[in-house]
């Protein structure tokens, strides 16, 4: 089955603790991108890669990092988490300009 | 920049009535709009995916239009039952960007 698999559903960790959120996509899409989404915010951008290796910062890049050492992996590294990154986050992927984009089932993350 | 509106914010119906939700968006040079459903919490589902040459779409009970040139997009859902109730959210791709552009979503609660 066509999919974008995201790990951990749910996260709680503390402030400062370093984590990373797991993303993989089986259908060969060259891009992928990070969202995240928020009450009365929409989603919004926080990174995206158009291949292995380029990656760029999207809308709200601060505190998180990606990189795409692999074609099917993307992972979102948040390298000291603060309370503002409370939030829900998704992963995408897509094909070229004539395809839609898959998200992830999304990751609940709670900094305390 | 590229804005994306959708009205209603929310929509509540009798089980049996047909849906109508709208999208409009400020800069028609676009690759593809798309219609997502999203459940509580949970992840984004695309429904449809229109490409700008398209005029509409259809799956099922779910009919997606595309008025490019006005900047509007309607969604049409037949015959609405409770398990329908979601907020629904289109996606406009602006032609030479890889970031969907996302209205805030409308929610759609059936009643049974």
């Known amino acids: 089955e066509a999919q974008v698999t995201q790990n951990p559903r749910y996260l709680i960790t503390v402030t400062g603790k370093k984590l990373t959120v797991t993303c993989s996509q089986n259908?060969?899409?060259?891009?992928m991108s990070w969202y995240r989404q928020d009450p009365g915010l929409g989603l919004r951008q926080i990174y995206y890669s158009m291949n292995v290796e380029v990656t760029d910062k999207g809308d709200v890049p601060e505190g998180y990092k990606v990189s795409r050492k692999e074609k099917r992996n993307f992972p979102l590294i948040l390298e000291s988490p603060s309370p503002n990154q409370t939030s829900l986050y998704f992963c995408?992927?897509?094909?070229?300009?004539?395809?839609?984009?898959?998200f992830g089932s999304g990751t609940r993350l709670t900094v305390v | 920049k590229q804005e994306v509106t959708q009205i209603p914010a929310a929509l509540s119906v009798p089980e049996g009535e047909n849906l109508v939700l709208n999208c409009s968006f400020t800069d028609s040079a676009i690759y593809n709009l798309q219609w997502f459903r999203q459940d509580p919490g949970k992840g984004l589902t695309s429904l449809l995916l229109?490409?700008?040459?398209?005029r509409e779409q259809t799956s099922g009970r779910l009919n997606a239009s595309l008025d490019k040139s006005s900047g509007r997009s309607t969604l049409y859902i037949a015959a609405s039952q409770p398990g329908d109730s979601a907020t629904y959210l289109c996606?406009?791709?602006?032609?030479?960007?890889?970031?969907?552009?996302f209205g805030a979503g409308t929610t759609v609660t059936v009643r049974a």
């Open positions: 996606a406009v791709r602006p032609r030479g960007d890889y970031k969907l552009s």
């Open positions: 259908m060969n899409h060259e891009y």
């Open positions: 995408a992927s897509g094909a070229g300009a004539n395809y839609g984009y898959t």
């Open positions: 229109i490409q700008s040459s398209q």
